[in-house]
């Protein structure tokens, strides 16, 4: 059993630590967060908590810290847990830079310990049986990526809450939810080359926008196209299309608490099929995984490579977003 240190009680780092707990492979055993607020909350699940980073890392029965802290603290937190020797699950977006995504990698890499992260949509069955799809040629030769990963709950934050500020978040639905779509994107094509990306404030007071375009081109000339909006009321879409057929996934509720997805696949010369896929536990099997790497029972399946490619090509999207240009996503 791998024992973990959540840094940050907010709304997600409680959401995991209740995601965590039937499980038998990694628990919460101290939760950590500055705002007495947040520790009276995780206190009333039963959640012991601290004030204090360090003492979290400095206790011996803490194996790993999942750091759940807005995005500007990451590099802090991944870089203090890597030289206290325990393993790394951070949140989306790893790194806002690549700079900082590179010295927390070496930091782990120094400290010879594990990586993850908080892409827990690689994890839903329907998007592993897609990756497989193309990874096998069953779609032919696959030529666009489409998803759309909308949500309203920002509606009912605070306007003084970090996710809804230019200077936390500068483009806030792609460190929500657009980020999602970004990493599956890449485990389908590798590493854009190159994005374009549109940011509008248009049916809110958000600062850092509420609707969020971006095209995202590969070296082969393929291309994503993703859309993200902080207003709608929860929509998820991902499809594939090849010249041999395509596949397409949607949600039916928000993957917090998800009650399946809906999922179709043509072939050309045949009928659409049309399922059904169960909810799946996604949060859970990441964290899973990620405990798997540290014990040596598996390999965790997004690699640094792809951490490096996510948040290179998270830069770029907020260069385009701030310039309105198409953006290179340029290797550090």
């Not at 029965?61 to 759940?68: E, L, P, Q, S």
């Not at 897609?130 to 909308?150: H, I, K, P, Y």
């Not at 509720?253 to 536990?281: A, C, I, K, L, Y």
């Amino acid at each position: 059993m791998i024992n973990a240190a959540v840094i940050g009680l907010g709304w997600w780092g409680l959401n995991i630590s209740n995601s965590l707990s039937s499980s038998d492979l990694i628990r919460v055993v101290i939760g950590v967060d500055p705002d007495e607020g947040c520790r009276e909350r995780a206190e009333a699940t039963g959640l012991e908590t601290t004030g204090d980073l360090e003492v979290a890392l400095a206790r011996p029965d803490v194996d790993a810290v999942i750091i759940c802290s807005p995005h500007r603290f990451h590099l802090e937190h991944m870089v203090a847990s890597a030289e206290a020797g325990k393993h790394i699950f951070c949140e989306k977006p790893f790194s806002t830079n690549a700079k900082d995504a590179e010295i927390a990698l070496a930091a782990a890499e120094a400290a010879g310990v594990k990586v993850g992260i908080g892409h827990e949509r690689r994890f839903e069955p329907a998007i592993m049986e897609l990756q497989e799809r193309c990874a096998s040629g069953d779609l032919g030769t696959v030529l666009t990526f489409e998803g759309n990963f909308s949500q309203d709950k920002f509606l009912n934050l605070a306007a003084d809450n970090w996710r809804l500020s230019a200077a936390e978040a500068p483009v806030g639905p792609l460190s929500a939810t657009a980020i999602h779509l970004v990493d599956l994107a890449i485990s389908i094509f590798g590493e854009p080359v190159n994005v374009l990306a549109r940011l509008s404030t248009l049916a809110t007071t958000f600062e850092n926008g509420d609707t969020l375009s971006v095209m995202l081109t590969f070296a082969d000339k393929r291309t994503a196209l993703i859309t993200a909006t902080l207003t709608t009321p929860f929509v998820g879409r991902v499809a594939v299309f090849g010249s041999q057929g395509w596949m397409e996934i949607r949600d039916r509720s928000h993957p917090e608490s998800s009650s399946g997805w809906d999922v179709t696949t043509v072939h050309r010369g045949q009928e659409p099929v049309n399922r059904f896929m169960p909810p799946f536990p996604t949060v859970r099997e990441n964290l899973e995984r990620f405990a798997d790497s540290i014990t040596g029972a598996g390999i965790y399946p997004v690699t640094p490579a792809e951490i490096r490619a996510n948040v290179r090509t998270f830069e770029a999207i907020t260069r385009s977003a701030m310039s309105g240009s198409v953006e290179d996503v340029v290797p550090v």
